[in-house]
């Protein structure tokens, strides 16, 4: 399973650190995503990075959030820099995990607030 951490309520232009942790049997651990997901919308990919550290930014985010891991701790992070209002929502962490050589399958985690205040 995954589980997220990290959120909270930070003022305009403040920072804020997701982590999300998998825990259970892992072989191995391909894409580490974040989401987010405002009410009413569809969810949205904010952040990815590969088992080979290639990363990939929603546009919105680019240039203000980094998204990490440690392969050691099988663990995703989301860096949130310059925070605005509109970054308001809830964030989950996806992770495609392999429980064998042979099965692989994707999770999500329980989903973490962030709320920024003008």
């Known amino acids: 399973q995954l589980q997220a951490f990290g959120g909270g309520l930070v003022q305009y232009g403040g920072s804020l650190r997701l982590s999300c942790v998998a825990s259970?049997?892992?072989?191995?651990?391909?894409?580490m995503s974040w989401y987010r997901q405002a009410p009413g919308k569809q969810r949205e990919l904010v952040a990815s990075?590969?088992?080979?550290?290639?990363?990939n930014y929603g546009i919105s985010v680019k240039g203000r959030f980094t998204i990490s891991r440690d392969n050691a701790k099988n663990t995703v992070y989301l860096q949130m820099n310059n925070l605005k209002p509109e970054d308001t929502t809830v964030y989950y962490c996806?992770?495609?995990?392999?429980?064998?050589?042979?099965?692989?399958?994707?999770?999500w985690g329980q989903g973490t607030l962030v709320t920024v205040s003008s």
């Open positions: 996806n992770a495609f995990v392999h429980r064998d050589r042979w099965f692989g399958s994707f999770y």
């Open positions: 990075i590969s088992n080979s550290d290639f990363t």
């Open positions: 259970g049997t892992i072989y191995s651990i391909n894409d």
